[in-house]
C-alpha cells in the first residue's frame, strides 16, 4: 500500500502515513498536530522532513526540568506582561523547534552547577558574559517548561506561543549580543587569557543556534491558511512559508550540510507551483495534494537533520566552555567520524544527497581539513579542502559519477568498495578514515523506501522515463506508418496534440503506439510486483529490447513514447498494478486512462464508434455507469468518474486504497534524471 499524498510505502495495516502524517483514508492530508513527532515544514534552506526512526522522540517541553541553580518554574504560567498581541493564527505547520530551543537550553545550562555558574580562571570581564549565557539559558528553560501542546487546545494555544517565542527571541538577541559585545571589548583590551577566543567562538555558536530555531518558529507560524483548505489557501501558505526560510541565514557551521543537502529545495518548490497552475481536474488536484505532502515531507526531514547539527553544535560548545575550566581546551585536537551508505541503485545515485556524512568537531578557532572519497568503479575521485570554524562541522559527500564511457555494465548486481578518508590540512594526519564494501545493485533497481542519507520517493521512478531513447523513437515511428494506413493518410505522424483539440486524434495515436509496440515482439508479463519494497524495473529501452514488461514497465514505456510526441501522461498507481493516463488535448485538464498490459494489441475495431469502448478493443479503462453501460475514463472529462474509479465503486467489489498520481511533466521541474542523462 502506497500513500496517495506523499508516495511512501505503507504496510499493510497502516492508518497512518509516516512520512506526512496523512489518515489513510482521508481527502487530504491533516495538519498535523503540535504534539506529535516533527511536522513538514518547508524551506530552500533549511529544510523540514519526517523524523528518522532512528532519532530518539524529542521530550515534551513540560517534561525538561528546572536547570540546576534556577527555582523549579511553577505548573503554570501567563505570558510576560507587555508581550506583543498577534493576531491569532491556525498555523500550516507546527514545527519542533520548541522543543528543540528547549533540548539545545537543557545542554547549554549544563555549564551551571548548584549554587550558580561555576568559577573560572579568568579576569572579572571574562566571567561575566558566560555567567549572563548560563542565566539567559535557565531563564529561557522555565519559561518554555510552562508551556505544553494538547492536541484540544492547538488552536488556543498558538496565539500565546507566538507571543512567547516573540519574547524569547528578543531576550536571546539581546542577551547573547550583549555577551558577544563584552568579548570583543575583552579583545580588544589586550586582556586576553588562555582559552577565551574559545570560550567566546563557543558562544557565538550558540547565539546562532538558538537564533536559527527562534527564525524557524517564526516563518512556520507566519504561514497559515487561516482555515481555508481551498488549493489557493494552501498555496498561499506555503509560499509564505518558502519564502520566510529563504529568508533564514544558517550559521556558519550549519552552512556545509545546507549547500550539500537543500539546494535543491526551490526545485522542488516549482513543481507545487507548476502543479497548482493545471486544471482543477481530479487528477491535477490529486498530484497538488501529494506534491505538498511529499514535498513537506522532504523539507521537514532536512530540517530535522539540521536540528540534529545545531543540538550537536551547542553540546560541543558545553565541552569548550568545560575544558576552559581545567585548561585542556588548547590540547584537544580535532575529531572526526564518517557515515556511509551500504547500498547504491546506481540510476538513483543523482536523486542521492550523500553517500557520506562526515562529523568533524574541532576546539581551535580555525580547522583546515581535506576529504577524500570515491566509490570504486562508479564514482570520480572526491577531494575538497574545507576552511572549518570551531565547533561542529557535518559534511555531506557525493563524489561526481565517472563519465558515461567510464561506467561498466550495471546491468547486474555487484559489489564494490567506498573509501572516504579525513585529514588535517596542515599536518597530513589522519583523523579518521573509513572502507567497506558496498551493494551496488543494478541500474534496473528501484527502491521506495527512503534510504540513510538522500531522500528518494516514488517520484524518482520519473528517472527510468526514456524520452530520448532510439527505441522509443523508433516504436513512434512504426505508429505513425500505422496510424497512416487507419486513416487513409489523414494522419501520417505522431504529433501529439497538433491536431487540434480533437480527443479522438489523441485517442488514435495512443493506440498507434500500442500496436507499434506489440508488433515489436514485446508481451505483458503477468507477475506479481510490489510498490512497496525494492524492485527490478527495466527502462523502455530495455522493455523493447527484451520484449517483455511487467505493468510499471510497459506503462513507462508508453509514458515515454507519449512525451516524445509532446503529450502529456500521467503514471497512476494503485496496489499493485500501475498505468497511464493521457491528456485528452493540450491544457484541457481532462484525460483517458490506458491499459499498458493488453499486449499483444490488435489494434482498434472499426466496427464500433470512437466513443465505444469496443473500439479501442481493451485499450482504454471503462467504468460502469449508472445507465449499466460501460463507459470511457473520460470521454467527458467527468472528474466524478474519476473519483468513482479510484474508488472503485463502480462494480462494487475493487477496492483502490492509495492511488497515487505521478505527473510526469515534473520530471524536468524537479530535474529528476536516470544514468541516461549523465
Not at 560548545?317 to 590540547?331: F, P, R, Y
Not at 522515463?465 to 532510439?470: D, F
Request: proline share 6%.
Amino acid at each position: 500500500m502506497i500513500c496517495e499524498y506523499c508516495g511512501t510505502p505503507l504496510p499493510g495495516n497502516a492508518t497512518k502515513c509516516p512520512a506526512c502524517n496523512a489518515d489513510v483514508n482521508q481527502p487530504e492530508p491533516p495538519a498535523p498536530a503540535a504534539s506529535q513527532e516533527p511536522s513538514p515544514a518547508p524551506a530552500a534552506q533549511p529544510a523540514h522532513a519526517a523524523q528518522p526512526a532512528q532519532q530518539p522522540p524529542m521530550p515534551a517541553p513540560a517534561q525538561q526540568p528546572a536547570p540546576q541553580g534556577f527555582p523549579q518554574a511553577p505548573a503554570t504560567q501567563q505570558p510576560p506582561q507587555g508581550a506583543p498581541q498577534k493576531k491569532r493564527k491556525t498555523p500550516l505547520i507546527i514545527g519542533i523547534a520548541a522543543a528543540a530551543v528547549v533540548v539545545v537550553i537543557a545542554i547549554i545550562v549544563g555549564i551551571t552547577v548548584a549554587g550558580g555558574p561555576k568559577s573560572f580562571n579568568a579576569p572579572e570581564a571574562a566571567k561575566v558574559p558566560i555567567q549572563d549565557a548560563s542565566a539567559l539559558a535557565g531563564e529561557l528553560a522555565e519559561r518554555y517548561a510552562t508551556y505544553t501542546y494538547d492536541d484540544k487546545d492547538e488552536a488556543e494555544q498558538s496565539s500565546d506561543q507566538i507571543r512567547t517565542y516573540d519574547m524569547a527571541h528578543a531576550e536571546i538577541q539581546g542577551g547573547l549580543d550583549r555577551i558577544a559585545g563584552d568579548m570583543e571589548q575583552l579583545d580588544s583590551s589586550g586582556k586576553g587569557w588562555n582559552g577565551y577566543e574559545e570560550a567566546r567562538n563557543a558562544m557565538v555558536n550558540v547565539q546562532g543556534a538558538l537564533e536559527y530555531e527562534m527564525a524557524v518558529l517564526e516563518a512556520q507560524h507566519n504561514a497559515t491558511t487561516n482555515g481555508n483548505t481551498s488549493a489557493s489557501a494552501k498555496l498561499e501558505a506555503i509560499k509564505t512559508l518558502y519564502e520566510g526560510y529563504q529568508g533564514i541565514e544558517p550559521p556558519q557551521y550549519l552552512k556545509p550540510f545546507v549547500d550539500g543537502t537543500v539546494a535543491k529545495i526551490p526545485t522542488l518548490y516549482s513543481a507545487v507551483v507548476a502543479s497548482a497552475q493545471k486544471s482543477s481536474s481530479a487528477l491535477s488536484q490529486r498530484t497538488f495534494n501529494q506534491l505538498i505532502a511529499w514535498w513537506l515531507a522532504k523539507q521537514s526531514y532536512y530540517d530535522n537533520e539540521a536540528l540534529r547539527i545545531l543540538v550537536k553544535q551547542c553540546e560541543v560548545s558545553k565541552e569548550t566552555l568545560d575544558g576552559i575550566l581545567d585548561n585542556s581546551v588548547n590540547g584537544r585536537k580535532a575529531a572526526a567520524e564518517i557515515d556511509a551508505i551500504d547500498t547504491i541503485a546506481p540510476n538513483l545515485y543523482p536523486s542521492l544527497d550523500s553517500v557520506a556524512i562526515v562529523k568533524i568537531t574541532t576546539y581551535a578557532p580555525s580547522q583546515s581539513v581535506m576529504v577524500e572519497a570515491e566509490v570504486a568503479g562508479l564514482t570520480q575521485k572526491f577531494e575538497e579542502k574545507y576552511n572549518l570554524e570551531q565547533g561542529f562541522n557535518c559534511l555531506p559527500i557525493k563524489p561526481a559519477l565517472l563519465t558515461a564511457n567510464d561506467i561498466p555494465d550495471l546491468s547486474n548486481n555487484s559489489t564494490t568498495q567506498l573509501n572516504v578518508k579525513v585529514t588535517d590540512a596542515s599536518t597530513g594526519e589522519v583523523l579518521a578514515q573509513k572502507s567497506q564494501s558496498i551493494d551496488l545493485l543494478s541500474m534496473y533497481d528501484f527502491t521506495w523506501k527512503d534510504d540513510n542519507f538522500g531522500k528518494t520517493a516514488s517520484y524518482d521512478i520519473l528517472a527510468w522515463l526514456r524520452p530520448q531513447a532510439s527505441q522509443v523513437n523508433e516504436v513512434n515511428r512504426d505508429a505513425a506508418e500505422i496510424l497512416g494506413k487507419w486513416t487513409n493518410g489523414k494522419m501520417k505522424e505522431i504529433a501529439g496534440y497538433q491536431y487540434g483539440n480533437d480527443w479522438s486524434a489523441t485517442l488514435l495515436q495512443v493506440a498507434a503506439i500500442q500496436t507499434a509496440i506489440s508488433e515489436k515482439g514485446v508481451a505483458y508479463v503477468m507477475d506479481s510486483y510490489s510498490f512497496t519494497s525494492d524492485q527490478h524495473v527495466l527502462t523502455p529501452d530495455a522493455v523493447v529490447d527484451k520484449k517483455q514488461g511487467l505493468c510499471i514497465e510497459t506503462s513507462l514505456l508508453m509514458a515515454s513514447c507519449l512525451m516524445s510526441a509532446g503529450m502529456h501522461p500521467m503514471i497512476i498507481i494503485t496496489p499493485g498494478h500501475a498505468q497511464v493516463a493521457v491528456e485528452t488535448y493540450s491544457g484541457s485538464g481532462n484525460y483517458f486512462l490506458i491499459e499498458t498490459t493488453t499486449l499483444p494489441y490488435s489494434g482498434i475495431n472499426p466496427k464500433y464508434q470512437a466513443s465505444d469502448p469496443a473500439f479501442w478493443n481493451g485499450l482504454l479503462a471503462s467504468i460502469k455507469g449508472s445507465d449499466g453501460k460501460a463507459h470511457l475514463v473520460t470521454a467527458n472529462g467527468s472528474s466524478e468518474e474519476w473519483e468513482a474509479y479510484f474508488k472503485a465503486v463502480g462494480n462494487g467489489k475493487l477496492e483502490f486504497n492509495g492511488v497515487f498520481v505521478i505527473d510526469c511533466d515534473l520530471q524536468k521541474i524537479m530535474e529528476i534524471q536516470g544514468l541516461e542523462n549523465i
